[in-house]
């Protein structure tokens, strides 16, 4: 049998953190009530004007810088024309022809055979980033049989990192995503929760033998998991695969990815192409982005954006810390993937081992065996950990002294799982847990055992 190469693209859209929207003032907050931070603008009145967001445009040039593009110091805004209810002027904000950014990677790792501990880097390219506007949300009452419209999304600004079609399952999809997400929430240029709707992904995917064009690609649009979007990459190459060997053929289709069902289904067709009628923006002038050797000397540095400041800016990426924790710590490299894959999980480890006298190496241990495992559990963020690292470093600087002994630690841990305001000495104190270190202590103790039961020690039988 002539094996199937699958190939796996990705449209990226992040919004950008910001208080405003990319062309208006209004305000940008999640779960606000219906229609409540609609400008002139973003209802398209007649007569309203775009005026963009240089807090946007600095996010756009940071993300660019940290996934290695090279950022265009001059790029075009252009209306993309389509028809939907929660898009009042009939177009989109986009740039189209020359885009912010181009021509940049992004590496990512992924386990071999599901192993943690075996991990291969892979890279893929960054084709372009975009800056463009969201649109509002359509809301489907079925009850009612009626479609109602909210506009408050509508204008948020967007990038839109589009990713060349490098990768070939859903676990590579997910950890390019999931290493996306790690560096726009360090660089803080968008928050990147899935769950809000602050990235949505579209994969496209196809399947064609060794040697081979590649084959008709579908699309699944809107994302909003990185399992799920694993999932309906997998299942949609398995489709492509049985229905071409079953002799049928594939459309070049948007689907949908059901969470419930586990598949993908079918939305609209791509065969007729459809004509989005792209054309220069005519209310916004060309974006001019500047360095430090293009910046005029009379220029006021308050009104350009100069790139050469916004790369002296940059953070350590993810895999920079995640290096970082290895070389400093003596951790192993899966770990400090899990310190970085877990919010605040980091500043959780460092805490605990600069309040304790343990080494890293032990400390680990403990943050990923018993305090993460507990966390998951009962589905908490470390944020809302009712053992604080303060706590944790307290408990294994008993352990260390050996005033207390592994058994008696995790007991103890146990107790201030509860929350209720102790310290683990006083949890000690109150169960009676701690090592006794005097001699003549421990012989009292023994001799104690001892009194009374003399045959049974001399006949060996005391146990």
Same mark, same amino acid.
């Given at each position: 049998?002539?094996?199937?190469?699958?190939?796996?693209?990705?449209?990226?859209?992040?919004?950008?953190?910001?208080?405003?929207?990319?062309?208006?003032?209004?305000?940008?907050?999640?779960?606000?009530?219906?229609?409540?931070?609609?400008?002139?603008?973003?209802?398209?009145?007649?007569?309203?004007?775009?005026?963009?967001?240089?807090?946007?445009?600095?996010?756009?040039?940071?993300?660019?810088?940290?996934?290695?593009?090279?950022?265009?110091?001059?790029?075009?805004?252009?209306?993309?024309?389509?028809?939907?209810?929660?898009?009042?002027?009939?177009?989109?904000?986009?740039?189209?022809?020359?885009? !912010?950014?181009?021509?940049?990677?992004?590496?990512?790792?992924?386990?071999?055979?599901?192993?943690?501990?075996?991990?291969?880097?892979?890279?893929?390219? !960054?084709?372009?980033?975009?800056?463009?506007?969201?649109?509002?949300?359509?809301?489907?009452?079925?009850?009612?049989?009626?479609?109602?419209?909210?506009?408050?999304?509508?204008?948020?600004?967007?990038?839109?990192?589009?990713?060349?079609?490098?990768?070939?399952?859903?676990?590579?999809?997910?950890?390019?995503?999931?290493?996306?997400?790690?560096?726009?929430?360090?660089?803080?240029?968008?928050?990147?929760?899935?769950?809000?709707?602050?990235?949505?992904?579209?994969?496209?995917?196809?399947?064609?033998?060794?040697?081979?064009?590649?084959?008709?690609?579908?699309?699944?649009?809107?994302?909003?998991?990185?399992?799920?979007?694993?999932?309906?990459?997998?299942?949609?190459?398995?489709?492509?695969?049985?229905?071409?060997?079953?002799?049928?053929?594939?459309?070049?289709?948007?689907?949908?990815?059901?969470?419930?069902?586990?598949?993908?289904?079918?939305?609209?067709?791509?065969?007729?192409?459809?004509?989005?009628?792209?054309?220069?923006?005519?209310?916004?002038?060309?974006?001019?982005?500047?360095?430090?050797?293009?910046?005029?000397?009379?220029?006021?540095?308050?009104?350009?954006?100069?790139?050469?400041?916004?790369?002296?800016?940059?953070?350590?990426?993810?895999?920079?810390?995640?290096?970082?924790?290895?070389?400093?710590?003596?951790?192993?490299?899966?770990?400090?993937?899990?310190?970085?894959?877990?919010?605040?999980?980091?500043?959780?480890?460092?805490?605990?081992?600069?309040?304790?006298?343990?080494?890293?190496?032990?400390? !680990?241990?403990?943050?990923?065996?018993?305090?993460?495992?507990?966390?998951?559990?009962?589905?908490?963020?470390?944020?809302?950990?009712?053992?604080?690292?303060?706590?944790?470093?307290?408990?294994?600087?008993?352990?260390?002294?050996?005033?207390?002994?592994?058994?008696?630690?995790?007991?103890?841990?146990?107790?201030?799982?509860?929350?209720?305001?102790?310290?683990?000495?006083?949890?000690?104190?109150?169960?009676?847990?701690?090592?006794?270190?005097?001699?003549?202590?421990?012989?009292?103790?023994?001799?104690?055992?001892?009194?009374?039961?003399?045959?049974?020690?001399?006949?060996?039988?005391?146990?």
């Amino acid at each position: 049998l002539v094996p199937w190469v699958p190939v796996v693209g990705l449209e990226v859209h992040a919004q950008i953190s910001s208080n405003s929207k990319l062309f208006s003032g209004s305000q940008v907050q999640f779960a606000a009530p219906p229609n409540s931070l609609v400008s002139f603008f973003d209802a398209s009145l007649p007569g309203t004007l775009p005026v963009l967001n240089r807090r946007c445009v600095e996010a756009a040039v940071m993300t660019g810088l940290a996934l290695n593009c090279r950022v265009n110091k001059k790029s075009l805004f252009d209306r993309k024309h389509y028809f939907y209810a929660d898009l009042p002027a009939g177009y989109q904000i986009t740039q189209q022809r020359v885009p !912010i950014a181009v021509n940049g990677s992004l590496s990512y790792s992924v386990c071999v055979d599901n192993k943690m501990s075996q991990m291969v880097t892979k890279t893929v390219r !960054i084709k372009q980033i975009q800056l463009e506007q969201d649109s509002g949300k359509s809301l489907h009452d079925d009850t009612r049989s009626q479609t109602l419209v909210d506009l408050n999304r509508a204008g948020v600004g967007l990038m839109e990192v589009v990713m060349e079609p490098d990768m070939c399952c859903g676990e590579e999809a997910a950890a390019a995503v999931r290493e996306l997400q790690l560096i726009l929430q360090t660089l803080g240029s968008s928050q990147a929760v899935m769950a809000e709707g602050q990235l949505r992904v579209d994969a496209n995917v196809s399947v064609h033998h060794p040697g081979e064009p590649y084959g008709v690609r579908t699309e699944v649009k809107n994302i909003n998991s990185l399992r799920f979007l694993a999932k309906a990459v997998d299942y949609e190459i398995q489709r492509q695969i049985e229905e071409l060997e079953n002799g049928g053929t594939i459309l070049n289709e948007t689907r949908a990815f059901d969470s419930k069902l586990g598949c993908t289904i079918s939305m609209r067709d791509k065969e007729g192409k459809q004509d989005y009628r792209f054309m220069p923006e005519p209310n916004l002038p060309p974006l001019i982005l500047y360095d430090a050797k293009s910046l005029p000397a009379n220029m006021n540095h308050q009104q350009v954006v100069n790139i050469n400041s916004i790369h002296e800016r940059l953070p350590d990426l993810p895999s920079v810390k995640r290096a970082k924790l290895v070389e400093q710590y003596g951790i192993l490299p899966e770990h400090s993937f899990t310190l970085l894959n877990e919010d605040g999980l980091t500043e959780f480890f460092e805490n605990v081992v600069n309040q304790t006298q343990m080494k890293p190496k032990k400390v !680990i241990g403990w943050i990923l065996k018993d305090l993460l495992s507990y966390l998951r559990q009962h589905s908490l963020t470390v944020k809302e950990s009712p053992v604080s690292s303060f706590l944790l470093a307290d408990l294994l600087n008993l352990l260390e002294k050996k005033e207390i002994s592994s058994t008696a630690a995790k007991q103890v841990l146990a107790e201030l799982w509860k929350g209720e305001g102790k310290t683990p000495l006083d949890i000690v104190k109150e169960n009676k847990l701690e090592l006794i270190q005097d001699q003549k202590e421990l012989e009292k103790i023994c001799q104690a055992v001892i009194d009374g039961r003399e045959n049974e020690v001399i006949t060996g039988s005391l146990c």
